[in-house]
């Protein structure tokens, strides 16, 4: 079944097949290895629905770069994108979520203090340190997005779009 597998990835394009085989090659095959101990019924309802979600990936990833569109065109539950996959919030709540750990250090703390003497409150320094904390996290963002912005720029990422097996014509 792998062969077969790896047959049917050569039906999406080469983009998404150099971002994407080497990891639905490995899922399906821990999948598989997961299924050795079930029911005939089972293996065959997973080959069934693996092939009909290759199918429906590769005709989704060439309709997708016929239109040149970026809006997604489902014929599955999910679909994956070679873009960027995190919200702009998600920095936001990173933050907010350590915060809260900071904030439950604290309370531990505080209870510490009743039972034991010389520990002193981290209250004083906490507006600080999330201060320092937001401004360290904007300069590396600014910093990450400066060198992509120049890599952009002097056409490095172009490099993912070459051949790198030349043709063989007999």
């Known amino acids: 079944m792998l062969i ?3 047959c049917l990835l050569y ?3 080469p983009l998404y097949r150099r971002e994407f085989a ?3 090659i490995s899922v399906f095959c821990d999948v598989q290895a997961d299924l050795r101990t079930a029911s ?18 590769a005709l989704h990833e060439h309709l997708r770069l016929l239109t040149s569109s970026d809006q997604p065109i489902s014929f599955t539950r999910s679909d994956m994108r ?6 702009g919030s998600t920095v936001f709540l990173m933050l907010l979520i350590f ?4 904030v439950a250090m604290e309370k531990a703390n505080t209870i510490q203090l009743k039972y034991a003497a010389g520990v002193s ?3 004083p320094s906490f507006p600080w340190f999330m201060g320092l904390i937001l401004v360290f996290t904007y300069a590396g963002a600014l910093a990450i997005w400066g060198i992509l912005f120049a890599l952009g720029r002097t056409g490095v990422h172009r490099l993912a779009n070459i051949d790198t097996a030349p043709n063989k014509t007999n």
């Open 4 to 6: 077969f597998y790896r």
């Open 11 to 13: 039906l999406y394009p």
């Open 22 to 24: 080497d990891e639905m």
């Open 40 to 57: 005939f019924l089972e293996r065959i309802w997973f080959r069934t629905r693996e092939t009909e979600g290759l199918l429906a990936g």
């Open 82 to 87: 070679p873009e960027f996959r995190f919200p």
């Open 99 to 102: 915060g809260g750990v900071i």
């Open 121 to 123: 409150s981290i209250w």
